[in-house]
């Protein structure tokens, strides 16, 4: 797809393909390494148990029980723990194209995670806007790439977006508070509608971090592996603390010391904070 093509269908959608696709070696390597580490107590001792709130370069991992006695992983910030994820959150191919989509000088990575679904009962992602979790960011232009490490269908956990929706604000308060899995019929008079995102394995999808997303469970046999990386803009800015009202003082992305830079390249990227 020509850049301009994407970046047309990322406005109006809020999500759209990538045009790349990771070789199968470096995929592989990546599913070996999810299992190394949600099997090395040492490496999870490490990470803070609450991955949705840890800063920067911090690992966390959480573990979520389901039915058959297997469980749902969320690892935040594997990158800092394997050389194979980090090379993929820094693959220039998939930073330049975020640099489209973000419409941005330079872009970095704000948190990675992966989301690792056991066969069988692995459980369904609720429906959520990343960035109205990122309540210290002074804007919500943050676009998240995800990674297929297995196939992604209908019956193995795909994502599932709702086209327009990165266009009708913040809107936590009717997503996070249904009973149910579903999504409204209608949101402020516009027309919702929910599309699944079947991926083959290496494929990489992006979507904004407005737009209403959420995810199947796994009813497969096989485990299924997403790499979800998201990036932001260098001139967004970070409150250096909660409650601070002052936005022209919090400093930009470009000057925070702690974000990787993935955009413009410049030489090769080293390891932040290896643990
Ligand atoms: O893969 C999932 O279950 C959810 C992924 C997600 O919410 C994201 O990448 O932002
Ligand atoms: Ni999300």
């Known amino acids: 797809m020509l850049a301009t093509e994407r970046v047309r269908r990322f406005a109006e959608d809020g999500f759209v393909m990538s045009d790349v696709r990771l070789d199968m070696t470096v995929v592989r390597r990546a599913e070996a390494e999810s299992q190394r580490i949600i099997g090395d107590q040492e490496t999870l001792a490490r990470c803070a148990p ?3 709130l840890t800063p920067y370069g911090v690992p ?3 573990r979520m029980f389901v039915a058959s006695g297997a469980y749902n992983w969320k690892i935040s910030n594997i990158r800092v723990l394997s050389d194979v994820f980090w090379a993929i959150a820094t693959d220039a191919r998939i930073a330049e194209e975020a640099a489209d989509l973000l419409r941005a000088e330079s872009v970095f990575i704000w948190k990675d995670q992966l989301i690792y679904k056991p066969p069988c009962e692995g459980s369904p992602t609720g429906w959520h806007q990343d960035s109205h979790y990122w309540r210290t960011l002074s804007d919500h232009n943050q676009v998240t790439a995800w990674i297929a490490l297995n196939d992604a269908t209908v019956r193995s956990g795909c994502l599932q977006m709702v086209p327009g929706s990165h266009r009708w604000g913040n ?3 009717v997503l ?3 009973k149910d899995e579903s999504v409204p019929d209608e949101c402020d008079g516009h027309p919702v509608t929910v599309r699944d995102i079947c991926m083959g394995v290496g494929e990489i999808h992006f979507h904004h971090g407005m ?3 959420g995810a199947r469970g796994n009813a497969s046999v096989e485990p299924l592996g997403g790499f979800a990386v998201h990036f932001l803009g260098g001139d967004t800015r970070i409150s250096p603390q909660n409650g601070e009202i002052s936005v022209d003082k919090w400093p930009r992305v470009a ?5 990787t830079r993935v955009w413009p390249r410049s030489g090769s990227l080293s390891f932040q904070t290896r643990q």
């Open 176 to 178: 996070l508070h249904r």
């Open 60 to 62: 966390g991992a959480k």
């Open 50 to 52: 609450e991955p949705t």
């Open 211 to 213: 737009t209403w997303h």
């Open 171 to 173: 809107q936590a308060r």
């Open 255 to 259: 000057d925070h010391a702690d974000l």
